[in-house]
């Protein structure tokens, strides 16, 4: 089946730790993307890449990394410069052109104490 | 810039009760629309999305949404919910021609069905 697969689904850190979140995806498509969600907060982009070894910062980039060596994935780091980093993260994937929808995988609950 | 404002918060019905969760947006372009669904804990699902041609889109599950370009309102409906309607939803919406990153979320309704 095709999808997007996220790991871990429920991660645990101690304050001052990067942690790196995983992105994979076998639809083909281009695009790819992180969100930040947070209670009462709606979906917050982070970052998002339209084409190999490149991206671009979304709304809320301060203290997160990103890579994409390669089309299937793009993990996502957060660093210890991410002042408050606990939330739910969600990756997603479209194809390049306008008007198409974003694929959604099931998230990952960073909890940093 | 694009905003997206759904009205309610937390939208609370009886089950075979009909529903309507309100989105408005601002764009100075045209845009395209959806709405996604969100079961707790997990990601986000299409419930329906309008590109354009009719105004009326149906979508997964029995829902339908309106385009009101006068309004500037993309309202879902359902005419009878399930206890397994209870969910968050989410309006969204992207502008003709800009980036593919470019999708608005409003910060989402939580529908809750009671038996």
């Known amino acids: 089946d095709g999808g997007i697969t996220q790991s871990p689904k429920y991660l645990f850190r101690k304050e001052g730790q990067n942690v790196t979140l995983s992105c994979e995806q076998n639809l083909n498509h281009d695009a790819m993307y992180w969100y930040r969600q947070d209670p009462g907060q709606g979906l917050r982009l982070i970052y998002y890449?339209?084409?190999?070894?490149?991206?671009q910062k979304g709304d809320i980039a301060e203290g997160y990394s990103v890579s994409r060596e390669k089309k299937e994935s793009f993990p996502l780091t957060v660093t210890s410069a991410q002042k408050n980093p606990t939330a739910f993260y969600l990756c997603?994937?479209?194809?390049?052109?306008?008007?198409?929808?974003?694929?959604f995988g099931p998230g990952t609950r960073l909890t940093v104490t | 810039a694009q905003s997206v404002t759904q009205l309610d918060s937390q939208v609370p019905v009886f089950e075979e009760a009909p529903v309507e969760l309100r989105c408005n947006y601002s764009?100075?372009?045209?845009?395209?629309l959806f709405w996604y669904v969100q079961y707790p804990n997990q990601g986000l699902q299409l419930l329906l999305k309008y590109l354009s041609g009719s105004t009326l889109v149906k979508g997964i599950n029995g829902f339908e949404a309106e385009f009101n370009k006068s309004q500037t309102s993309f309202h879902l409906r359902k005419p009878s919910v399930h206890i397994s309607d209870t969910a968050e939803y989410f309006c969204?919406?992207?502008?003709?021609?800009?980036?593919?990153?470019?999708?608005?979320f409003g910060k989402g309704t939580k529908l809750s069905v009671k038996p």
């Open positions: 764009s100075s372009v045209s845009v395209y």
């Open positions: 969204a919406v992207s502008p003709y021609g800009g980036s593919q990153g470019n999708l608005i």
């Open positions: 890449s339209q084409i190999v070894n490149d991206f």
């Open positions: 997603a994937s479209s194809l390049i052109s306008g008007g198409y929808e974003q694929y």
